[in-house]
Structures are given as C-alpha cells and as structure tokens.
C-alpha cells in the first residue's frame, strides 16, 4: 500500500471542521491542511493573540479561506459552555467535524479554574464537556476525533481519584492519565452513539513523537529560560515533523474507509514515527467498564449532561 499523505485528503469544500489548540503543532497543521482542501475550519484557542496570528496563517495558506476563531479555555468550563454556544451559532448546527486536539503535558501541580488537575481537567474534562455540548450540532455523518498518544500506556488513571487528591501527584502519571481516559472516552462514545442508532464516528489517533510546542510548553511551566530552549532543541534529534505528525488525525477526519471505534497512529519504529495507519490500543483503554464509569464521573464533575445520555 501506498503511504498516505496530505495529498490523499479528500475535497473538504463541504465540510465544517473544528480544532481545539489550533494556534500551535498538530492543531494548526491539521487547521492548515484542511483549509488547503477547501474545509471551512473553525479555530479554537485559548489566547486570542496566537489564536488570531494562526487564522492569519491558515488565511494566507489557502487565499482567504473562510476560517473563523472561537475564543476556548478548556481549563474553564464557563468557557467551555460559552464556546460551544458561539460555535453552534457560528455553523448554525451543521458542524462535520470536532478535532479534540489541545492538550498539556507533564505540567506541575496546578488546578484549571473548576478546581480539576490541570492535565485530566483540560486533556479529557474539557473536551469531554465540549463534545456533549456540541453533539446537537454535529450533522449525521459526523466524526469527533481525539488526539491521544503513546503515553496512555502508561495507566495510571484512578477514576475515583482523577484530581489526585488522595495520592501523591505525578506530572508524567496524570499526563497518561488524561491521554487514557481520551481514548476511554472515545471508545464509549463509539458504543453509545451505536446503541443510539445514531450516525456518528468516534475515533481517536495520536502522533507518535512529533516537534510541536508540547514539550517546550511543559519546560516553560518547570524551568523557564535558556533550559527549555535546550529542551526545545533536543527534542528536535528524536521527533518527527509535524506534517508527518498530523497524518494520523488527518487521516481519522478525512479518510473514507474509517469506521467508529478505530484508533491511528503512526506505524513505524514502535509507532514514534511514520506512515498512518490503524493501531492498536492498550488493553485497558477497551476496560469497557472502566469507560463507563469515567463516563459517569466525567458527567458528575462537568454538570455537563451527556449526549447520547
Ligand atoms: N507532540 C507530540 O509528540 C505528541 C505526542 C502524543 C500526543 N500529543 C497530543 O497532541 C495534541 C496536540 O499537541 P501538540 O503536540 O500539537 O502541542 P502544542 O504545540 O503545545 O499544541 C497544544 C495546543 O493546545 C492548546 N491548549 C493547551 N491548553 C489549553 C487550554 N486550557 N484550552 C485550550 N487550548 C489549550 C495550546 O494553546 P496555547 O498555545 O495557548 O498553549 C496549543 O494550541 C495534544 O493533545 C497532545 O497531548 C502530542
């Protein structure tokens, strides 16, 4: 089989798309690549400053694409529930496609607005939250895709304890955490919309190691200065591109022979790097009962009801 590559994206003339953390890495690749074949993106950042540089971008690379930008802290879920209402009025709920793209890795102890860790509040609690918001907005035929990674294999996710409040917290333990409980979610996402009979793909992909801003972000948080741009610099001699990067979830968007449930990576040298294609996830991201209840807690602490319930 051929590798599949940018050049592979369907025409997306028809298609509403939106990426959270589209400011910066994968998020802005993937806004970029989508605009380029024609999708009408929408943008949603946290820090209006970079989120408009990148419309900018995504703009200039397509001759005036018709990208709009939605102000999102998932960190906050008034913000959370304020974006998801401008975006339903924005695609006057005909949304194709929502990228749960943002994320923070390995960040030291710090609280989101609502009193949640910081990594599980923002990777998974916010883009739960914003995926049921947005549900009544997605048109039949629609696809959620959530970034994952590598990381989730690393467990460490106690849904009885997602904030670390009774154990001692661990930035790397919560980044793989929150990554565990994306793909968790996304798999009892599949289940639910199945049971529903309703026409929606869940699907998850992750980007093997890529150079973004994630690991500068990270050292930036520990030790700001001339130490995260060594950081920065080293992780350059182990990462792949972010074209390549983004190939998985471009490929979860776009690609036609994807079915719900369906997880994408890369498919080289123990999935850091190289062709998308389908991979397999660890064996308790399918802990169906375990999806269930992050499900159920997840619901609790947003006070955001799901859909499908
Ligand atoms: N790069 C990798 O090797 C790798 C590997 C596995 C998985 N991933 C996943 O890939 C996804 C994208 O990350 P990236 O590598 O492209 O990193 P990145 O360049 O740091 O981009 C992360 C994006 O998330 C946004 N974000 C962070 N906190 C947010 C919040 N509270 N509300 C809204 N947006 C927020 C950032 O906004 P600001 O610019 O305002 O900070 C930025 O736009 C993440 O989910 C990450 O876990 C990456």
Redesign the pocket.
Known sequence: MTRWTEADIPDQAERTVLI????????MQTATALAARGATVVL????SQ?GRAALDRVRAGTGGSDATLVQ????DLTSVRKAADEVRAITGDRLDVLVN?????AAPPRRTVDGFELQIG??HL?HAALTWLLAPALLPGARVVT?????HRGGGLDVDDLNFERRPYRPVTAYSAS?LANLLFTFELDRRVRAAGRDLLAVAA?????????VA?TTRMLAPGPVAQLVKWGNKLI?QGVQA?ALPQLYAITAADVHGGEYFGPTALGETRGAPGRVTPSLAARHERMAKLLWKVTAELTGVPPDPA
């Open positions: 959270t953390g589209a400011n910066s890495g994968l998020g949603a950042c946290r820090d970079r999102l802290d998932l960190a793209n943002a994320g923070v890795m923002t990777n916010g970034v994952s990674s590598l990381a990554k992750h980007p093997g190691l890529t150079d973004t801003e994630l972000n990462t990067g």
